[in-house]
């Protein structure tokens, strides 16, 4: 099993402009989760999926974020226009127990 | 909802010594208190984990305790390596919820 997989692993893009993150869980894992990492504010949990439904999304910082599971397969961040203070580590975790399985993480830089 | 508190922020001790890093949490509802290591530039990875009816819980060098009362529980590591050197979160969750809230980290770092 390859685990969890997340594109691409850097991103650099200027202010305003629209990011995509996206998110490979492990088959058949039925949940899927989003954290943001950052070294004020640690591990944030911003959205989490069951079976592809959002579950609890209080963690989104606000309207630019918006997350989708379109299918088990695949998940996606979006963050619309991007912010200088959006910059962080993106983190995407699947598990069908209580274990977290992460992925490598999406370096964003919003210049 | 849950929250996390994990202290110290930073911990530095000799290699051969121990190191304690404690976690305290709001939720009297939560029941699973795991712990993840993350390596500088990889990826949070689970390495010990407690549930509420249990007290403790030992694998090889590693320990994590609980008190349900005083809601916090610490992960303990003895005889440190340098490769023990990461940063340390711990989590809560409730039953059922699926919704893992960590604490801030500890960085530990040990001394050759």
């Known amino acids: 099993d390859a685990g969890v997989i997340q594109s691409p692993r850097h991103e650099v893009t200027e202010m305003g402009q629209e990011v995509t993150l996206r998110c490979k869980p492990i088959s058949g894992h039925d949940y899927l989760f989003w954290y943001r990492q950052t070294m004020m504010r640690g591990l944030e949990l911003l959205i989490y999926f069951n079976n592809n439904v959002p579950i609890d999304d209080s963690g989104m910082p606000e309207d630019r974020f918006s997350a989708k599971m379109p299918n088990a397969s695949f998940s996606t961040l979006k963050i619309q226009p991007s912010e200088p203070r959006d910059s962080a580590v993106y983190f995407c975790?699947?598990?069908?127990?209580?274990?977290?399985?992460f992925g490598s993480g999406t370096q964003l830089s919003v210049l | 909802g849950e929250n996390v508190e994990q202290h110290p922020s930073t911990l530095s001790v000799q290699e051969g010594d121990s190191a304690v890093i404690k976690c305290t949490y709001s939720?009297?509802?939560?029941?699973?208190f795991p712990w993840y290591k993350q390596e500088l530039g990889k990826r949070p990875q689970l390495i010990i984990d407690i549930r509420s009816n249990v007290g403790e819980k030992k694998d090889q060098r590693i320990a994590v305790t609980l008190n349900k009362t005083a809601k916090h529980f610490s992960l303990h590591i003895t005889e440190t390596q340098p490769e023990d050197s990461a940063v340390y979160f711990c989590a809560a969750e409730m039953y059922n919820n699926n919704d893992m809230r960590f604490g801030a980290g500890t960085r530990l770092t040990v001394k050759p």
């Open positions: 939720d009297s509802a939560s029941n699973y």
């Open positions: 975790a699947s598990s069908k127990g209580r274990q977290l399985f």
